[in-house]
Structures are given as C-alpha cells and as structure tokens.
C-alpha cells in the first residue's frame, strides 16, 4: 500500500507549562524551537494568526529545525475575521507578502481559520477563496480551511472546496461540528478533545484509534466513524498533518510524541 509522510505535532513552542514537563529542565528558552524539532515532525505556529512576523524570523524557524520538519501557519485574523470575505484581497497578499516564503522547503500548509459564528455564504467563500495564491515568489503555496459552523457540512462546500484543490480541515472538538471529508492533495487534522488529566492527553485506545486513521489517509483512504458530508474523494496517497492542540494543552507534546511512535510500528 502507498502512502504519504505522516507529520505530527503542538501549536507552537512557546508555553511556560511545558518548561520541566515537556522541554528540559534549564533548557534555554531560545533552544526551545531546536529541541521541539528534535521530538516532533511538525508544528503549526499560531502567533501569525495575531501579527506580521519579519523576514528574518521564518528564516531563523527554518534554520533551527531539521531537514524534513515543517511549519504551518495560521493566516492573519484580518483575512478571514470580516463580514465579506470576497473584500479580503489585500488582507490576504499582506500575509502571504510578509516573508513566509523564507521557511523554503519548511513551510507547510497554510491554515485559514475561521470564527465558529461565520456561517456558509457560497457565492461569498467561494470568492474568499479564489483569493488564495497557488504560488508566491517562486514557492508553491498549499491551502487549509478551517470553519466551525455546522451550515458548511454540506455536499456544496465540499465540492468548493475539491474544486479549488484546499483541504477542508478535520478538528476533533467538543465545542463545533467537524467535517471528515478529505478536498485537498493533503489531510489536516486537530485533535483538540485531549485532558491534562492524562498523560498523554488522549487514552492509549484512542491514540491507537489516531494512528490507524493517520495511516489510512496517508494511503489515500477515508477512516469509518467521523463525520462526512458527500461521497469520498478519489483514493491517492496525501501527505497527512496531525496536530494536537487546545485541549489538554499541556500533555499536548506527549500526546504527539506518543502518536509518532506509532506510526513507526
């Protein structure tokens, strides 16, 4: 069976709770990146969702980690926190333009998150999304929406969604509606129902149940149980990002750790 890479991580890096748990004891906190790296294969960066970073910075992220580690990243709250999507043109070069494409071959999916109150508008999301550029200076760009509103579980949205060639996010969560349906060339999934209470942050049963749905998307597949909105998408191998992030934040690193060594058997 073919399959895709599998990549695993925490949003972010920066959290004071993981000093001691997670990150070493006295570990220098500008070594906190470098030793992340060094345990998971991904990480999707949330302070983009909330300011413009420098040039520089995404060029120092990708120097920090190893050779196949990527980034995503969460697309600037100006581009998909407004009324009218469609009039998000200049919000959208903005962020594209500040300099992501210094992370080179580390840079991963770009993630559009919207609010849990923005409801379907297909001519308007339709529009929203011939905003986002395949390419920019040379590098291809990879898109990944995530809506939390129950009137986008809907045969039309997904077939937007394929059409446009963006990946609709998966997001295992206790507070909105999830959306299985696989759209894009990858999978994007966040797990975000995990407990601090245990040690890492999903049961052993549900970490196994992760894995084996981590590796039949990679293959191409469509795992039983979650929720679909139309028919399954042509069976091709996709690259797959699994994320444990919000819930049980704390044993989030854990619980990342743990569903890589799966996948390893």
């Not at 997670?22 to 990146?33: D, G, H, S």
């Not at 494409?101 to 998150?113: N, T």
């Amino acid at each position: 069976m073919n399959k895709a890479a599998i990549r695993v991580g925490i949003g972010g890096w920066t959290y004071e709770p993981w000093r001691g748990t997670f990150f070493p004891e006295k570990l220098a906190q500008k070594r906190e990146l470098e030793y992340a790296a060094s345990q998971l294969t991904a990480i999707e960066v949330n302070g983009t969702y909330y300011s413009s970073q420098k040039p520089a910075t995404f060029a120092g992220w990708a120097k920090a980690v190893p050779d196949g580690f990527v980034f995503t990243l969460k697309a600037s709250r100006f581009c998909t926190n407004r009324k009218v999507l469609a009039e998000a043109g200049e919000s959208v070069a903005k962020f594209v333009g500040q300099g992501i494409v210094e992370l080179g071959d580390r840079l991963g999916p770009i993630l559009w998150q919207f609010m849990a109150t923005k409801k379907f508008d297909a001519e308007d999301f339709r529009a929203f999304l011939a905003l986002l550029p395949d390419r920019h200076e040379g590098v291809t760009l990879r898109h990944a929406v995530q809506v939390r509103h129950e009137s986008f579980a809907c045969p039309e949205f997904v077939a937007m969604m394929r059409e446009r060639g963006a990946a609709i996010v998966y997001a295992h969560s206790p507070e909105y509606p999830a959306i299985a349906d696989v759209s894009g060339d990858f999978v994007y999934a966040r797990l975000e129902s995990g407990v601090d209470e245990e040690p890492t942050g999903y049961s052993e049963r549900a970490l196994d149940e992760w894995a084996d749905a981590a590796r039949i998307w990679s293959a191409g597949g469509r795992p039983e149980g979650l929720p679909y909105a139309a028919d399954p998408a042509p069976k091709t191998p996709r690259e797959t990002f699994v994320f444990f992030i919000h819930g049980g934040k704390v044993r989030a690193p854990h619980a990342a750790m743990a569903l890589i060594e799966r996948l390893k058997a």
